[in-house]
């Protein structure tokens, strides 16, 4: 261990033990740490201060400057309140929106962040318990607030915990309002957080948000005529002990589907998600209960949200009748499929959509974009990526939808955030579509891949936990960059794009610029055979990330397993060469 770095971690873990500004609790926390033999805790929790990063904060609950407590939460509020302050001083009241999920101390941090807020002379619109994060993101735009702030790690383990900053248009904050607010939480020293509440400035809301939401989501619905159809098609939904329980069967009722099986062992609100192992739709393992019961009703369609109800994960019958996951990519591909399709069947085209994709989703997404002359734009992992084209486009074009492959969709405007909860409603309502015409979502995604061409979608993450898993992840990123493959499986590399640089570099050596908002530790390679590959440190996890498209040949849906079998054995080929 280095001997600086511990000396350092001591020396500021010594000042939260004695500093009367941190409570008895913490102190205690700190102190054991400071007595046990082995130091690791000591200098996971110490060796920085939690970065308020242009997302907010994620990172694991307990003492110290690099946890998730209530000290690392009030600098974060007291640093945006103070620039709040700064940036809207001609409004006669300056009023934000907070919400929570089922995390431990959520509450107890959103009531922290409320107090601060308040004590700082800003309104607060705090939520009366959990709700889902794109609420608080419609919240902001319908109670015209000029931020907000949502306490969750989203489908993180759950020692984890997190904060979501959201600026006036509904969206997560960009430039320049990221820097501007990350300078004034640097210079907040603990003792400067106002952590005295004013009551009178905050108000508590609920239901009233609730149902404008809701019916603003209901009028997305392309086709009711096909629910009033199929109104008696089987959903099983689980909220995974999290913020879509309220809302989502409730909005998927609204639309007017009467068969809605919610989990009741997941349909209970609790941080320690103790009916699985982690709470992230992407995994099967948090489906199980959901598919036990999918197969006891003979369900049509599975669907899951994670804590904060943002994304989706679902299932489907197979071709054998068998229940099968849709992965993120797939996910992404079917709702766009069925937006374009028939809103064009429904004469609701007017020749100014647009749709989002991320740049490590599936590429298939630009092939049915292109083919229905619907313009596509590629921007950078997270949504507020994309909330920035909506912005950028208000008033001009028609945004009609965005997908990203971490089960993340948004399909309307009025939100600027993924949203769960519309994604989950528009998902039944293209099932009901499905079952209308005597098929399954599993034979919709046949479908696309037979006109639209087949790739293989897989990411691979390495998780490199604490402060050697974070310099290793920073060499490995400098490795690539200064190193870049010549081939992948045996497929020569034709393209390099490094978004840090902004510069994008052919097989023959030229380089040209890409037109990105701004730099971002991004690497990608394409190579003769059409596979894409990405490779991105994880902004919220302590985690490399690789993304691997691989293209293949369908002849018919009959060969869609053989299909599969033959581009994961691309994956891993190329995985190897890439020496993950």
């Known amino acids: 261990m280095d001997l600086e770095l511990l000396k350092k971690c001591e020396a500021v873990a010594n000042q939260w033990a004695s500093d009367p500004v941190f409570d ?8 054991e740490m400071l007595a046990k033999e082995d130091k690791t805790d000591l200098v996971d929790s110490f060796y920085q201060t939690l970065e308020f990063g242009t997302g907010g904060l994620r990172g694991i609950m307990g003492a110290g400057t690099n946890r998730m407590n209530i000290y690392t939460v009030g600098a974060a509020t007291q640093g945006l309140a103070n620039y709040l302050n700064m940036n809207f001083k ?40 959990l709700r889902p994060t794109p609420e608080v993101s419609f919240g902001i735009r319908y109670l015209g607030c000029q931020a907000g702030v949502n306490i969750t790690a989203s489908h993180n383990p759950r020692e ?26 640097n210079k907040v020293k603990y003792a400067d957080i106002k952590f005295k509440g004013n009551k009178d400035l905050i108000q508590i809301i609920g239901e009233e948000v609730d149902k404008v939401y809701l019916d603003m989501i209901q009028g997305i619905s392309i086709d009711p005529e096909v629910i009033k159809r199929q109104h008696d098609l089987k959903i099983v939904y689980s909220p995974l002990h999290g913020a879509g329980m309220y ?18 062992e997941q349909m209970v609100k609790d941080g320690n998600f103790p009916t699985v192992v982690s709470p992230n739709p992407e995994y099967a393992e948090a489906l199980t209960l959901a598919l036990k019961l999918a197969k006891e009703i003979d369900a049509d369609i599975v669907m899951a ?73 590629d921007v950078y992992t997270g949504f507020k990526w994309i909330a920035r084209e909506i912005k950028i486009n208000e008033g001009k074009k028609q945004y009609i939808g965005g997908g990203e492959e971490s089960y993340g969709f948004l399909a309307q405007d009025f939100v600027r955030d993924k949203d769960a909860v519309s994604a989950c409603s ?35 993450n390495v998780v490199k936990p604490g402060k050697s898993g974070a310099d290793e992840i920073k060499a490995m990123m400098e490795n690539f960059r200064s190193n870049p493959p010549k081939e992948l ?16 570099t052919d097989a023959e050596g030229n380089v040209c610029d890409i037109n990105m908002p701004e730099p971002s530790n991004v690497l990608q390679y394409f190579t003769a055979d059409g596979t894409k590959v990405s490779v991105r440190p994880s902004g919220t996890e302590p985690k490399i990330k690789f993304y691997v498209e691989a293209p293949g040949t369908l002849k018919s849906p009959a060969d869609y397993k053989q299909a599969v079998a033959e581009a994961e054995k691309k994956v891993d080929a190329i995985a190897k060469s890439l020496g993950i």
């Open 305 to 377: 949200s994670d804590p904060d109800a943002d994304r989706v994960g679902m299932a489907c019958k197979d071709d054998k009748g068998e229940w099968i996951l849709i992965n993120g990519n797939q996910t992404a591909l079917i709702f766009l499929y069925y937006i374009i399709k028939n809103r064009i069947a429904c004469g609701k085209m007017k020749g100014n959509e647009f749709v989002v994709k991320t740049i490590v989703t599936t590429e298939l997404i630009k092939s049915i974009a292109d083919k229905n002359h619907i313009e596509m734009a």
């Open 426 to 460: 528009l998902l039944a309502e293209i099932c009901a579509w499905a079952k209308d015409q005597g098929k399954t979502l599993y034979e919709v995604l046949m479908e696309i891949y037979m006109e639209y061409g087949f790739s293989y979608n897989k990411a691979i």
């Open 90 to 129: 001609d409004l006669p009241q300056i009023s934000v929106v907070v919400g929570h999920d089922c995390r431990n101390n959520s509450r107890l941090y959103a009531e922290t962040v409320a107090d601060i807020f308040s004590a700082n002379g800003i309104k607060v619109y705090l939520f009366d318990d």
């Open 247 to 264: 809302l989502i069967p409730r909005s998927i009722k609204q639309w007017g589907f009467d068969d809605v099986y919610c989990v009741k």
């Open 160 to 185: 984890y915990n997190g904060y979501k900053a959201y600026w006036d248009d509904g969206a997560q904050v960009l430039a320049p309002h990221d820097k501007g607010i990350i300078d004034e939480v």
């Open 489 to 504: 499986d045996g497929s020569k590399v034709v393209l390099t794009k490094d978004f840090k640089t902004l510069k994008a």
């Open 24 to 31: 008895a609790d913490t102190q205690a926390a700190v102190k």
